[in-house]
């Protein structure tokens, strides 16, 4: 069983910055692709930002400059560094994996969410 273990998420002012982690643990070959989702109130969940096996990101337009994805292979760990964060960002964030079993197959894994809320 693999499992997603995010932190970092809470309460900051607008224009400032937070940084989530999201630690893969349990039994499995390697890590494929991750990503961070987010959830607003009365809204679908939407991607933030992307990162390949190998490295490369993607975000959408209305986030590059202000968020970055980055990952640590040897921690399993996807990481997601937030700045000049503003009110519309308040949502649940969701770590996304896509891991290898041990048997080769991939599986698609998500965090429990962690709360970030913008405001004054």
């Known amino acids: 069983q693999v499992q997603l273990v995010e932190s970092g998420g809470g309460l900051v002012q607008p224009g400032g910055s937070l940084r989530l982690s999201c630690a893969a643990s349990?039994?499995?070959?390697?890590?494929?692709?991750m990503g961070w989702y987010r959830q607003a109130p009365g809204k679908q969940r939407e991607l933030v930002a992307f990162i390949s096996s190998d490295g490369s990101t993607d975000y959408p337009d209305s986030l590059k400059g202000r968020f970055t994805i980055s990952r640590d292979n040897d921690k399993n760990t996807v990481y997601l560094q937030m700045n000049s964060l503003k009110p519309e960002d308040t949502a649940v964030y969701y770590c996304?994996?896509?891991?290898?079993?041990?048997?080769?197959?991939?599986?698609?894994?998500w965090g429990q969410g962690t709360l970030v809320t913008v405001s004054s």
């Open positions: 349990g039994s499995f070959f390697s890590v494929n692709a």
């Open positions: 996304n994996q896509i891991v290898v079993t041990t048997d080769y197959r991939y599986l698609e894994v």
